[in-house]
């Protein structure tokens, strides 16, 4: 097998495809300068498709660890594994299968946590709502103490008035025996 620089040397543009195909250490050296892995050919197939189509597992292994996407279709709608599968290529099935129950356990790990952060806002949420809750409660309770204060006074008050009214209306009345008495 013929490397990349070699098959570009020759000027042959098969040896060139073929050697990307499976030049792992190429691969690795274009996704760690930037390449994009979820570009799509001609085709529609990613460089994932490709890989899994040859059988490729260190370059699978490449690609999947630079983001290539697992569940992207293809040709004829296609999943790598599909491609993988079709070409009997068991070490790139298990890799395909590995690598989706580890994306399934670490989405699963990032539902949790959401929720769990969710549950956390709606509980700090809550006890916001609970001590504004509870603030509102003792001013209103305060001002009812106040209102019923001030009634209290107001009744007190009162009383002290009719005393007081009572009073002169009872030294008016002993004035006004003691002036029809003196006239008589």
Known sequence: ??????????????????????????????????????????????????????????????????????????EQSNRPIHLACAGGFEDVVACLLLREAEYCAEEDERRVREAQEQDAQRAETTRARDAELRRIVAEKDAALAEIAALREKEEERLKVEEAKKAKRAKLAAKKAKVGVGKRT
């Open 1 to 74: 097998m013929m490397s990349i620089l070699e098959a570009v040397a020759c000027g042959s543009v098969d040896d060139v495809d073929s050697a990307l195909k499976t030049d792992v250490t190429m691969v690795r050296h274009l996704l760690e300068r930037g390449a994009n892995c979820r570009l799509r050919n001609a085709n529609g197939d990613t460089s994932l498709h490709v890989a899994c189509f040859t059988g490729q597992l260190k370059v699978v292994e490449a690609l999947l660890s630079h983001g290539a996407l697992l569940e992207g279709l293809g």
